[in-house]
């Protein structure tokens, strides 16, 4: 399976927290809005469309789609974030299904059968990211949209998402991210490329952690989204 366990057994420990604004998902909290208006924007509007958020982790993108009216599908192997994502959109009233499922099985289940799949900040989790990019496009209908997010291999990354936010700063728990799993964006272009995806935009994401904001811009270095659709047969 295309999984780390060891990354998988520290998200399900950090499970817990995910709701919490001022806990060790704060910067994925400041920074949801800026992703969903990335998507948003991509697909001329979210209402209606059936959309798979892979990487689910607690939920937070999925259920600010669903919340635009998205029919969502959040997956994840991390049970405990599985199940901290199903209560807490009972809780907010959100018709959402969470399926502890690899995108790989899923994609063999359910081919084209999605408008929109979303797979953002777990790409630089996984040994295989390459994998996780067929599958995600398997599972898109024929001009369906897939959308990326992940961290480039690149010096400035290294400072900034690595020392600063983990050592430094202390934005996110030690030991979060690997930097040799980091992907440069030209990596990324060929992997989705050979899945049959076409590159749309692709834009650099600045956090600023003393203003707690984030936004886009064209600077690559560290990290950025990607939007691509898939090519009709």
Same mark, same amino acid.
């Given at each position: ?13 950090? *499970? ?6 001022? %806990? ?11 992703? +969903?208006?990335?998507? !948003? ?13 892979? &990487? ?5 993108? /999925?259920?600010?789609? !669903?919340? #635009? %009216? ?6 994840? @192997? /991390?049970?405990?974030?599985? !199940?901290?994502? #199903? ?19 899923? *994609? ?29 496009? #398997?599972? @898109?209908?024929?001009? &369906?949209?897939?959308?990326? /997010? ?9 400072? @900034? ?6 050592? +430094? ?25 050979? /899945?049959?995806?076409?590159? @749309? ?20 270095? +560290? ?11």
């Amino acid at each position: 399976m295309n999984m780390d366990q060891a990354e998988v057994s520290k998200f399900d420990a950090l *499970a817990s927290t995910w709701w919490d604004p001022h %806990g060790p998902f704060r910067t994925l909290h400041e920074i949801n809005p800026l992703r +969903v208006d990335f998507i !948003a924007n991509g697909c001329q509007g979210l209402r209606g469309k059936r959309i798979l958020d892979v &990487g689910t982790g607690g939920g937070l993108l /999925a259920e600010a789609m !669903a919340r #635009q %009216g998205g029919i969502v599908t959040g997956i994840d @192997l /991390a049970a405990d974030g599985i !199940a901290a994502a #199903q209560a807490h959109a009972q809780r907010s009233d959100l018709s959402i299904q969470y399926r502890i499922i690899a995108v790989e099985d899923l *994609a063999a289940a359910e081919p084209q059968s999605y408008d929109v799949v979303t797979c953002m900040e777990m790409l630089e989790h996984v040994p295989d990211p390459a994998g996780i990019v067929a599958a995600c496009s #398997q599972l @898109l209908k024929p001009g &369906g949209e897939a959308f990326f /997010a992940t961290l480039n291999r690149h010096p400035k990354s290294y400072l @900034l998402a690595i020392l600063g936010a983990e050592y +430094v700063l202390g934005l996110l728990p030690r030991g979060t991210h690997d930097y040799q799993k980091f992907i440069r964006p030209s990596e990324l272009i060929a992997m989705t490329r050979k /899945a049959h995806l076409q590159t @749309l935009a692709l834009k650099g994401m600045h956090y600023d952690p003393i203003r707690h904001q984030a936004r886009l811009n064209d600077d690559v270095t +560290v990290n950025y989204l990607m939007h691509t659709r898939k090519q009709h047969a």
